[in-house]
């Protein structure tokens, strides 16, 4: 990082990974290459060699670090161990298997510029997913269930390509599974969320960690337990929570990245946005 502080923490959760991890964070490095930021990839129990690649690459890259669960624990484990390692305000997160392009991170960051303080969370929402039609069809009929319970207004809160304030995240009640239902929970916390259509392709490598009968086997408790988190939220008179950023400070870049500084704009015509603000 040549000491400069990171404005952004880029998360990846992997599990037998090995072959997409090199390309991967090349694309990552180049998405990036005009603001400070760190990579932390969180090896979650693998048994493919990642951890030796990960160990080479971090030799090659000051911006890579790395962390490892001897067993495996879960995506959502994963993620929040990458988060609670982060320096930076601002965290994106995309899948390990290469199937969320790295260039549309700069898209989700920008939305933290006109979004205000408050918004906590931008959403990817994938556009022509290149999965199987099992898989979609199960993924569709789930959102549809999701947001019938839920009424977060997202249609795509299992995509992977993410991005929201550290601060957020550490508010939410953790759960596993809890990155299917990062949308919902944000509302349930008061932050505001945004949504960004975003491209998708094919694996890289190795092999999806479920099948369709292993998400519906989890998703429906999972699914009562965010809806029961809901009504149960008791936010009614809490103490507002102060604002860590500043709407009107420019949006930091690496030559002139404030600590607490946004990320920078992309071409709003770009964007697909719908803004949710929560209610009180």
């Not at 998703?219 to 149960?232: E, K, S, V």
Request: aromatic share 6%; net charge positive; hydrophobic share 40%.
């Amino acid at each position: 990082m040549n000491g400069i502080a990171p404005v952004l923490s880029v998360v990846i959760p992997v599990r037998d990974e090995a072959a997409a991890l090199a390309p991967l964070l090349d694309e990552v490095a180049a998405a990036l290459s005009d603001r400070a930021f760190e990579v932390i990839v969180v090896d979650d129990g693998s048994r493919d060699g990642t951890g030796q690649i990960l160990q080479r690459l971090a030799s090659r890259h000051a911006w890579l670090r790395h962390h490892r669960h001897p067993q495996s624990r879960g995506q959502s484990s994963a993620i929040r161990s990458g988060v609670r390692l982060a320096r930076a305000p601002l965290i994106a997160t995309l899948d390990g298997d290469g199937q969320n392009p790295p260039d549309q991170i700069p898209a989700l960051l920008a939305l933290f510029e006109t979004g205000g303080p408050r918004l906590g969370l931008v959403q990817g929402q994938r556009l022509a997913r290149q999965d199987n039609w099992g898989k979609r069809f199960a993924s569709r009929f789930a959102n549809r269930i999701r947001m019938a319970l839920l009424h977060d207004g997202v249609r795509d809160s299992g995509c992977g390509l993410k991005a929201f304030r550290r601060e957020a995240y550490l508010e939410l009640p953790f759960f596993d599974h809890i990155h299917r239902f990062m949308p919902a929970m944000m509302l349930r916390e008061g932050w505001g969320i945004a949504t960004v259509d975003v491209t998708h392709r094919p694996r890289h490598g190795g092999r999806s960690k479920y099948s369709n009968i292993a998400r519906g086997l989890v998703g429906i408790p999972d699914l009562m337990g965010a809806a029961w988190l809901i009504r149960r939220s008791g936010r009614a008179g809490l103490a507002p929570i102060p604002a860590a950023f500043d709407p009107q400070s420019p949006i930091g870049l690496a030559q002139s990245a404030p600590r607490n500084d946004g990320e920078a704009a992309e071409d709003p015509s770009r964007l697909s946005l719908a803004l949710s603000e929560a209610s009180a």
